[in-house]
């Protein structure tokens, strides 16, 4: 497994995509790192809804407007798949996935791991998470 895993556990679109960020950089930056969603992010993710929190829905145009004038990608899905071009593994929690009904919902990216995660994150030496 990874040395490094990053963790996210939120639904937004912001949370989602900063996770990607950070896994991608910290593989840039010479880390075996994976990625691991869980909780609502895995409930967007099945779904395939992504919306900004309350706070980001309030300057979302101007805050969309300027990552794309900054270069970040546009879509949950197209950060999915630099995630996975970059040789980062994705992963949820099999339970979670059976349990909430997202079994073959999820985008191909993402390997549920049966029953949960917990090997994951106890073999990896840092776990980061928190978006």
């Not at 896994?23 to 075996?32: F, M, P, S, T, V």
């Not at 794309?68 to 040789?87: D, I, R, S, Y």
């Not at 059976?98 to 917990?118: F, Q, S, T, W």
Request: charged residues 20%; aromatic residues 8%; proline residues 7%.
């Amino acid at each position: 497994m990874a040395e490094t895993v990053v963790v996210g556990t939120h639904g937004d679109y912001t949370s989602i995509a900063v996770n990607c960020y950070v896994a991608i950089n910290l593989k840039k930056l010479g880390q075996d790192v994976a990625l691991v969603f869980d909780s609502d992010a895995l409930e967007a993710l099945g779904e395939g809804k992504f919306e900004p929190t309350p706070l980001d829905a309030k300057i979302w145009p101007a805050f969309m407007a300027a990552a794309k004038q900054m270069g970040f990608p546009e879509g949950v899905p197209t950060w999915l798949k630099l995630v996975k071009g970059a040789g980062i593994h994705i992963y949820t929690c099999g339970g979670q996935v059976d349990m909430r009904g997202l079994k073959g919902k999820l985008p191909p990216e993402i390997e549920p791991i049966y029953p949960d995660v917990v090997q994951i994150l106890a073999e990896a030496k840092k776990v980061i998470g928190g978006w």
